[in-house]
Nanobody, 123 residues
Framework: QLQASGGGLVQAGGSLRLSCAAS????????LGWFRQAPGKEREFVAG????????TYADSAKGRFTISKDNAKNTVYLQIASLKPEDTAVYYC??????????????????WGQGTQVTVSS
């Protein structure tokens, strides 16, 4: 129901746009989030957006370089990452959950998860 894509191998300083295509149901009352998990580390919240409206939220570590956006017509949420750093290397996951249950930063409220897309940043 969620298909993440757009990852790859990028040099430090480059940029990427990750996509999360939603299908199979209506997500109008859902919140969508991007998380990432680096090797040996816990999954961490990156950014979130409400499917209805334009409310967004970012982890402190993501402010300034990460931009979450959506295209309702395409049922797709994006995560634009600028000025990539080696510490951004991780598997990036998109997730969706009912807005009434989701606390953006807490993965437990999300019901649907994409399969993840690998981002590797070389120095």
């Amino acid at each position: 129901q969620l298909q993440a894509s757009g990852g790859g191998l990028v040099q430090a300083g480059g940029s990427l746009r990750l996509s999360c295509a939603a299908s199979g149901r209506t997500f109008s009352s859902y919140a969508l989030g991007w998380f990432r998990q680096a090797p040996g580390k816990e999954r961490e919240f990156v950014a979130g957006i409400m499917w209805s409206g334009d409310s967004t939220t970012y982890a402190d570590s993501a402010k300034g370089r990460f931009t979450i956006s959506k295209d309702n017509a395409k049922n797709t949420v994006y995560l634009q990452i600028a000025s990539l750093k080696p510490e951004d290397t991780a598997v990036y996951y998109c997730a969706a959950g009912p807005a009434r249950l989701v606390i953006f930063t807490n993965p437990r409220g999300y019901v649907y998860w994409g399969q993840g897309t690998q981002v590797t940043v070389s120095s």
